[in-house]
């Protein structure tokens, strides 16, 4: 019995990363007022080019590193067009994530002629992977469950106990205001995006690089938006947001140890249930930024 609740315990902890780092990235950007529905696809570039460079590179950090870089690419462009050009933010979100499910099965076949890709290599830390218990560690929780931890805790400081942060969350409730006062908010949300693209990114080569192995078509299987639910659950903090991903770590985690008679789509459909019941409760109790969504016009 105990070595089960250990069991779930340590899987909820490695499944909720990917919900905890796309929700983190969410925090962001509708902190500083732009919906960004986009996480989804930047997930999934983030997954494939992270094991697209550590497979031509041998290096899994470099992966990681340039799976953020594409987040935070595509980030920009979120940018621009709803930021720059006042564009409507959904529709921008949405031809992201179709932008980044062509692409990514494009590049699968121009580079590895397939669409399964395995990962030659895994994340290790120089020095800490070479003690016996550092290792037996990192085998059951991977290094990025620990910068997600150290994510999660640096993004409540910056938001919530740094002038950036202050800056940021002004932009999300009064655009207005902050520019009376000089703060430059297309600036501010241009910061705050790319930092959402690179956080989804992180996300998906986690995916990839720790959670999988390999990477396949559509392998951010809805995430991107079950992390903005945990955004919304979590109240746009980054604590919230790591409490509300560690529960539908753990819907994710039981599943295997549900009873056999239950059919495995109902079982696979845990996560979207959940996903489903938290945000029936978060409505009325949950209270976005006041100008999420409205694109700011220089007076």
């Known amino acids: 019995m105990i070595e089960s609740v250990l069991a779930i315990s340590g899987s909820a902890i490695r499944l909720a990363v990917p919900y905890t780092l796309a929700g983190l990235g969410g925090t962001y950007s509708e902190r500083s007022g732009v919906v960004n529905i986009g996480l989804e696809g930047q997930m999934l570039t983030g997954a494939f080019t992270a094991v697209a460079v550590t497979n031509i590179s041998g290096s899994p950090w470099l992966g990681l590193f340039s799976a953020v870089l594409a987040g935070m690419l595509l980030g920009l462009v979120h940018a621009v067009v709803s930021v720059t050009f006042k564009a409507d933010q959904i529709v921008s979100g949405l031809a992201i994530i179709i932008f980044a499910a062509g692409i990514t099965v494009f590049f699968s076949w121009l580079i590895f002629d397939k669409t399964q890709i395995m990962v030659e290599g895994t994340l290790r830390v120089p020095l800490l992977h070479d003690l016996p218990g550092m290792r037996i560690l990192f085998s059951k929780l991977p290094p990025l469950v ?22 940021l969350r002004s932009v999300g409730e009064h655009p207005q205001a902050a520019d009376t006062l000089g703060i430059g908010v297309y600036k501010m949300r241009y910061l705050a995006v790319v930092i959402s693209g690179g956080l989804a990114g992180m996300g998906g080569a986690y995916l990839s690089l720790e959670h999988a192995h390999y990477f396949v078509k559509g392998i951010s299987g809805g995430r991107g938006f079950i992390g903005l639910a945990s955004m919304i659950f979590g109240k746009w903090t980054p604590f919230g947001t790591a409490g ?42 949950a209270t976005p930024p006041a100008a999420i969504g409205v694109p700011y016009s220089k007076e």
């Open 146 to 167: 620990f910068i997600t931890a150290l994510v999660v805790a640096a993004s409540h400081i910056v938001i919530f106990k740094t002038v950036f942060g202050l800056r």
């Open 244 to 285: 509300a991903g560690l529960l539908f770590g753990f819907g994710e985690a039981i599943k295997p140890y549900l009873p056999k008679i239950i059919p495995s789509q109902f079982i696979d459909m845990i996560p979207y249930i959940l996903t489903i019941l938290v945000l029936a409760s978060a409505i009325g109790r």
